[in-house]
């Protein structure tokens, strides 16, 4: 005996419209309870009472689907968000950092706003590791990165780019400006002794500069960067830069 208006469609053709309409709504973690007869824009009493059960258990399905989708989309986040930070200090990874070089010199390049990369290098960093321990070195570097962070704005990017050298990407700022901005982040740096337990020591640290230029890659911007700092880092010795 047949209901009056029930449809005689087999319920494997309405689990498999129903599967295909749900696919773009798998991912709507905020969505509220999907209702099993205006999903499939039909009424109650299209439907038996056997198929309804069983589309109650499909749409259950689906709403639990959307909410692993959720999860799992959250825990991509975090885990990304993992993969570009240093392992000792707050800031970028050298990879991240690099990214962000390349994403912001395309950004320079396509409204002609300039940017500049500015390169670090803590000075007398391996005799601290020799003569206090690599404890003493982590806390010298993790004071390094704090002051970098905290002197500059939320539209620079800082990173570490292993061992003991940092980046800065300063945007906005042209090579004049960021040689005055890299003296004035030195000088935060330095302007206060690292303490360690008992041990206390004065920070030194020398940086280069290059401003972002459409030739040059990100990889090769870093690499110039660095020179620089290196240039001066021999110069400040009276050694010859080469």
Known sequence: MKITGARTEPFSAIRKRALVHAGAQASAAAAGPIDKTAFLGLGEGDLTPAVQSALTTLLTE??????????????????????????LTPLLNRRAFVRELGRIRTFAQRYGSPASVVYFDLDGFKAVNDRYGHAAGDACLCAVAERLA????????????????????????????????????????????????????????????REISPELDAEALVAEADTAMFVRKRQARGLPSR
């Open 150 to 209: 905290a002197n500059v704005r939320d539209s620079d990017v800082v990173g570490r780019m292993g061992g003991d050298e940092f980046a800065v990407i300063l945007v906005q700022a042209d090579r004049e400006t960021a040689e005055a901005k890299a003296r004035s982040l030195a000088e935060a740096i330095e302007a206060t002794p690292i303490r360690f337990g008992e041990w206390t020591a004065p920070l030194h640290i020398s940086f280069g500069v």
């Open 62 to 87: 689906i709403d639990d689907l959307r909410g692993e989708v959720s999860r799992l989309k959250l825990k991509l986040a975090e885990v990304e968000g993992l993969a570009d930070r240093d392992p």
